[in-house]
């Protein structure tokens, strides 16, 4: 596999777990604070925040060192960090609730049990994005047809991120194992980028800087 073709793939199954724990975290959440809009639109507001925060570490962080392995460690990091959300996030919720029941109420909650808990999968998995389209692309007269299909993957991975969990997983399996079922797909994806089994595309970064200033 190349480093070309392991980033498309990064990119995906960023999609699918990143849209997974989303989905998952209104499940875990819901039992201390309700299943109500508020809890939708803080989290759904938060991961847009942290994506945007992502994004932007992300690009700066693939110019400095255009390697793929970058995108192996968000992987990592998002699926330990969903390891740790399945068997103590609740918990933390509940005691996030006890807190603030009498100061702030249900909103500051829901707020801060989302800020510690859901926050980090979006903003590593943020940094995947730009950092693949760096990688994916060989030369300015490519950069748009290849961040399209970055961006078209990165769709396609969140569609079956959205559904999955919601028709599948979470009325099968229940959420905490839906959670791991997302930390195990993240791990064993960003394992990939440690192996020989991604190779270098042909194209070193030097030969992109100077395809891109001719």
Request: aromatic share 10%; charged share 10%; glycine share 12%.
């Amino acid at each position: 596999m190349t480093v070309r073709g392991y980033a498309k793939l990064c990119v995906v199954f960023a999609g699918v777990v990143g849209l997974g724990v989303e989905l998952a975290a209104e499940r875990l959440l819901a039992p201390a604070f309700g299943t109500t809009t508020d809890l939708w639109s803080i989290i759904i507001g938060l991961t847009f925040a942290f994506l945007s925060l992502g994004y932007t570490v992300g690009g700066r962080l693939i110019d400095r060192a255009p390697t793929h392995r970058l995108l192996s460690t968000c992987l990592l990091i998002t699926g330990v960090w969903t390891v740790l959300l399945a068997f103590v996030g609740r918990w933390v919720a509940f005691q996030i609730q006890d807190l603030t029941f009498d100061f702030g109420g249900v909103r500051l909650g829901i707020f801060l049990s989302t800020l510690l808990l859901i926050t980090l999968p979006p903003f590593v998995l943020g940094i995947i994005t730009p950092a693949a389209i760096r990688l994916v692309v060989t030369g300015v007269g490519a950069a748009g047809a290849s961040a399209g299909t970055v961006y078209a993957l990165g769709t396609l991975g969140s569609l079956a991120g959205t559904f999955l969990p919601v028709i599948v997983l979470i009325p099968r399996i229940g959420v905490r194992n839906t959670f791991l079922t997302m930390a195990v797909i993240a791990i064993i994806v960003g394992a990939i980028g440690y192996t020989s089994v991604v190779r270098p595309s042909g194209v070193t970064s030097d030969e992109w800087r100077v395809t891109s200033d001719q």
